[in-house]
Every structure is written in C-alpha cells, then in structure tokens.
C-alpha cells in the first residue's frame, strides 16, 4: 500500500489542524462522520504491514502457567520484550534504526508540540489476562524517551473494566509520572456511531476524553484470548475498544463491532466531504501474546506463545493474527465469516494484503 511523504502530510495536517484546534473543547457529533474505505489512515507506515515475532527468551518457563496476572509478570524478561518491540518497530516501519522507527510510527498532532501531546492507551483489564508490565513500559517509554511526550500526558485505561487496575495491575517500570487511570471516569458521553451499525439512532456513549478531542494520540495494545464465535472466536485489538465505546449493543449485532472501529474517536478527525482522516488518532495497535487463550473471554491463559505482534490499522491487525498465528500455527481456527469481515468491511480483500497474505515473521 502506498504512502504519502511526511512533508506533504505535515503540511496537510497544518492546513487541517487549525480548523481542528479552532473547535469547541466538547463536540458531540449528531450525524456519523463516514470514513471513506481503504483510504489511507496512517500516512507514514503501510496499513496493511502487520508483523510478528516468536522469541521463547521473553519470558522464563514455569512447570504451570501462573494463575494470576502478578505471578505472569515475574516471568517476563524485560530486555528481551523490549529489544523485540524495537525489532518489531523497525520490521514495521521498514527500517534498520530502532529511533527511526520509532518516530515514523508515532506522528505529532498539528499545531501542537510532543510535550503537549495527550496519549491515551487502551489497556484489557478484564478478568485474569492483562497486559504485561514490560510490554507496557516499552510503550511509555518510547513516547517519553524517544518522542519527548510527558509522562503526565500518557493516560493508561480500560473505561469498563479498569476500576482497580492500579490497585490489581500496578504496571512496573512506567516513566515516573504516566497515569494510570482505572475507568478514566468511565463511558459517558454520546457520540455518532456509522452504519453498519443502525442501533439507539445512530449514536452511544464513549469515553469522553475521545469524544471532544482532548486525546492526541490513541495506542490499543490487546491481549489474544479466545471469545464467542459471533466475534470471530477471538478478541483482540478490534473488541478492546469495548472498553471505550458502551459495550452492551455489541452483544447484540456485530455490526456494532466494525462501525466503532470506523469512528473519528478511532481513526482520527475526518473530512466530511471525502471521508478521508485528516490525523490519525489510533497510531499503534500492538498485541500482546506472550501468555494466550484459545477459549475465552474469560478464565487463565492456556498457553505460553511468547509472541507479540504490531501493526496501525486494527481490523488487518486483527484478522491477521487470528488466521496466521491463532489458525495456522497455534491450531485455533477462527470463524472466517466474521473474521473475513474485518477485511471487507474496511474495504480490503485478501488479495490487497503484501506479502500473500502471510504474517510477517521477524
């Protein structure tokens, strides 16, 4: 997929983001803005690279697979998780320098400086299986370390199921200062939600810091559990942000599945003319599979992958993982007529994915 310079899309997002600075703090869309499908999102990384790495280093073998999130944790090797993000990072990016990388993947909103820069950070705090401290920790840093984001300014959250996340998951080694904000205050405010979802009139409640823009830069970083077949069979990076939209109409259409992950909250503002987004919001989408589950959503992990995987357009991420890592290689089909849609209902088929479809291995 093509990219368009960093020069040119600056100066795009220039243009763009004084119209966008110029709004009011609270806007409550009352009609769905349309994204435009298989319209470039992240203009600096290709949409459709998703990669991958199997690395048994990154955690210590234990005789049984601990229970709890805290006895995992103590099992991660840090360096290790960190050096293969920084693989990750240049494999995703397409280039050797780890910094680089780095800097390609996370864009700088317009008309603002890095150290302004909110960066909110969807964690999956239900149940048993969380994100890992050393997974996390590289994140924060790479925002404060490399692109110069306060640590003030990184807001980890999980909007329905964070109420004691700080108390139950108290991430180790974040840059002293990043928040840990349990619900964030929780799913409040209306929003407009696109077809295909047709349910409550168009429109549902969202965390709030997405719905009026005070959030720059948007990362999911996702656990791979097992989930009921209506959602693939899976919940990964797309059903995360269940914790950021109101929950309860997924359960009742999957429509509502694709069309959150369609929103301006998601992707970024919008041209209502063209349906193209001005500034991508969801920079990174990262899964987090060193322990994972072939059934779910709830209950321990079942296995020990030692696997993690990065791409910045969620539904490819998504389907990618679950056809070539949860299907092929861990045996755990998914069901291909919901998965499929996370292609087609973004406009792709598998004919648009590079390197024939296959997850790229690092």
Not at 4 to 20: D, E, V, Y
Not at 34 to 42: C, G, N, Q, V
Not at 281 to 287: D, F, T
Not at 325 to 334: E, T
Request: aromatic share 8%; proline share 6%.
């Amino acid at each position: 997929m093509g990219r368009i310079s960093r020069r040119r899309f600056i100066k795009q997002a220039m243009i763009s983001g004084a119209a966008i600075t110029a709004a009011p703090t609270v806007f409550v869309r009352n009609a769905p803005a349309a994204w435009a499908r298989k319209t470039i999102i992240h203009p600096t990384v290709d949409n459709l690279r998703v990669v991958g790495i199997t690395d048994p280093a990154m955690t210590k073998t234990a005789e049984t697979i601990p229970a709890g999130w805290a006895g995992q944790d103590k099992l991660v090797v840090t360096d290790a998780v960190w050096a293969n993000i920084d693989r990750l990072a240049c494999a995703l990016a397409q280039t050797r320098d780890s910094t680089e990388a780095w800097r390609q993947i996370f864009i700088k909103p317009p008309r603002k400086s890095w150290s302004d820069t909110v960066v909110a950070i969807k964690t999956n705090n239900i149940h048993l299986q969380h994100t890992r401290s050393a997974v996390m920790a590289k994140i924060c840093h790479v925002l404060t370390d490399i692109c110069g984001v306060k640590p003030f300014n990184i807001h980890i959250y999980d909007a329905r199921d964070g109420y004691d996340m700080g108390r139950k998951t108290p991430f180790s080694g974040l840059p002293e200062g990043t928040r840990i904000e349990d619900t964030w205050g929780g799913i409040t405010t209306f929003t407009a939600v696109p077809a295909p979802w047709k349910g409550t009139g168009g429109r549902v409640i969202c965390l709030k810091s997405l719905v009026d823009g005070s959030v720059d830069i948007l990362i999911n970083i996702a656990l791979c559990k097992g989930h009921w077949t209506n959602f693939g069979g899976f919940t990964m990076t797309m059903k995360n942000h269940f914790g950021t939209f109101a929950p309860s109409p997924g359960h009742q259409s999957q429509d509502y599945l694709f069309a959150v992950n369609q929103t301006p909250e998601i992707l970024g503002p919008m041209d209502k003319r063209t349906g193209t987004v001005l500034y991508p919001r969801q920079q990174l989408c990262l899964i987090d599979a060193l322990w994972a589950s072939e059934r779910g959503p709830y209950g321990h992990p079942s296995h020990q992958p030692n696997f993690l995987a990065m791409g910045v357009l969620s539904p490819i991420v998504d389907y990618q993982v679950a056809t070539q890592f949860r299907g092929n290689k861990m045996g755990w089909k998914p069901n291909m007529e919901v998965t499929r849609r996370m292609l087609t209902d973004f406009g792709y088929t598998e004919a648009d994915l590079p390197t024939g479809g296959s997850l790229i291995e690092v």
